[in-house]
């Protein structure tokens, strides 16, 4: 059985959190192939579960405006998603920090807009695979 994990933006950029063990996830980012990040992090399956129901409230109702989502509260956290409307979905600035929230080893990057309705399906599958 292939482990729960999601992929967002398109074949230049992309970013994609993908379960490796119970409590291990590899989070990968890809800039044109140009500027690559790919990293072990420590995620227990709620920690996960709690960051993708609090992206799917916002996807659900979407208010408008900008709204940003951590993987995890504090120091020890691997990525960030901002999430910016534009046009019927949202741009993402994603911010990884392999060492945790981390000003100087960190990568900064963005994802073209992707349609709310793909959002909530990438993020409702993600989701079900966890809370089985």
Do not use: Y
């Not at 995620?43 to 916002?58: G, I, K, Q, T």
């Not at 208010?63 to 046009?87: I, Y």
């Not at 060492?99 to 793909?118: R, S």
């Amino acid at each position: 059985m292939e482990e729960p994990r999601i992929r967002l933006g398109n074949d230049d950029v992309w970013l994609e959190l993908a379960r490796t063990r119970a409590d291990s996830w590899q989070i990968t980012a890809d800039w044109s192939s140009w500027l690559t990040a790919d990293f072990t992090a420590d995620l227990s399956a709620a920690e996960v579960v709690d960051f993708v129901a609090r992206m799917l409230s916002h996807l659900r109702a979407p208010s408008g405006g900008l709204f940003s989502a951590a993987v995890t509260p504090g120091r020890n956290n691997p990525l960030t998603l901002k999430a910016e409307p534009v046009g019927d979905g949202f741009a993402f600035f994603v911010r990884l920090t392999p060492n945790g929230d981390d000003d100087v080893c960190h990568l900064q990057m963005e994802i073209d807009p992707i349609a709310t309705l793909e959002l909530r399906e990438t993020f409702s599958a993600l989701h079900a695979a966890l809370v089985v």
